[in-house]
């Protein structure tokens, strides 16, 4: 009867720890954000922005605005122009203008909004949905903890199925396994290329700019005091785009200005994967208060298979979803 008490009791406890868990990654879901509800650019003087209506900072590039936001431009000089994504429609902001978004429109508040007008640059909803596909990747328990011991002692390194690389963007990437590994990297079943142990990068790269324009095959293999300790299951693939191919890709980013979100689309859609990825740390670290935009990095390192970039990211999100609580 003792033996059934106990076995009972631990049950009650996994069950209790399970709803906890449960509980913990569905209240970090529900605080998470959807999509913008517009995008501010064409930004020139004085123009500030507020994710709570009481600390405000520059606008120097062009800004995905979500719910809560506001946008305020100067007495003496300061416009811009607001996409509504909802309606497909811009507005010129004014001097001395106050605006608040709120779900799905643009309220103004004080000052002065041009009439909409039909605008072609607006966000489709395919697009849109990329935002929320991002949230996927933010929720992370709250009591998994990572330490050095624990990725030494799980050795596995994965690699992006498939990626794209260009002249001007020509690194694969990879996760750092353990400070003191080394790799091999294995181009098209060829002789083992040795990557040497970097103890304090957050992750490996390595640049293949020699490589043949075409389609090649890689793996990653770990190795730790002389002895190969992980081989992947099967083989990645990567691409070399022709010089051609880049100059119509870097032709078309002329062309999307200062978007961080519109660019790093584009390259992805290219397959230039690390290239977005490194557009998005550039912009994080320029912009570090602009948490709503974190989820794509984090989706960036998860396209890559980042795993760690990818946790430490998500906590950073979630950490200041929990400040503005």
């Known amino acids: 009867v003792e033996a059934v008490k106990k076995m009972m009791k631990f049950k009650l406890l996994g069950q209790l720890l399970s709803l906890a868990i449960l509980i913990s990654v569905f209240s970090t879901a529900m605080a998470s954000k959807g999509p913008p509800v517009a995008k501010l650019c064409e930004v020139e003087g004085e123009v500030l922005y507020s994710r709570d209506g009481k600390k405000w900072m520059p606008v120097r590039r062009t800004k995905y605005l979500f719910p ?18 909802s309606t497909g429609e811009s507005q010129a902001l004014g001097l001395d203008t106050l605006v608040k978004v709120t779900e799905g429109n643009i309220s103004l508040v004080s000052g002065r909004l041009s009439e909409p007008e039909q605008e072609l640059a607006s966000l489709s909803q395919s697009l849109l949905n990329k935002f929320s596909r991002a949230q996927r990747y933010t929720t992370v328990r ?9 990725l030494c002692d799980k050795v596995k390194v994965l690699t992006i199925r498939n990626v794209t690389l260009s002249p001007a963007h020509s690194d694969l990437v990879w996760s750092n396994a353990c400070p003191e590994f080394s790799y091999n990297l294995i181009i098209d079943g060829g002789e083992p290329i040795a990557v040497t142990a970097e103890p304090e990068a957050e992750m490996i790269r390595f640049g293949v700019s020699n490589m043949a324009s075409g389609e090649h095959t890689y793996r990653v293999e770990v190795r730790n005091e002389g002895r190969t300790v992980y081989v992947p299951r099967a083989e990645s693939k990567f691409t070399v785009m022709m010089a051609e191919q880049e100059k119509e890709v870097m032709d078309a980013l002329e062309q999307i200005d200062d978007d961080i979100f519109l660019e790093a689309n584009l390259l992805e859609e290219n397959g230039l994967h690390v290239a977005a990825m490194d557009a998005y740390r550039d912009y994080s ?10 989820p794509l990095l984090i989706q960036s390192y998860q396209n890559l298979k980042l795993t760690e970039l990818r946790e430490n990211e998500a906590r950073l999100y979630n950490a200041a979803l929990e400040d503005d609580d």
């Open 142 to 150: 709250r009591s998994a903890t990572t330490d050095e011991q624990q």
């Open 285 to 294: 670290k320029e912009n570090q208060e602009d948490n709503d935009m974190r």
């Open 68 to 85: 809560g936001y506001q946008v305020l431009t100067g007495a003496k000089s300061g416009s811009g122009k607001i996409i509504n994504h």
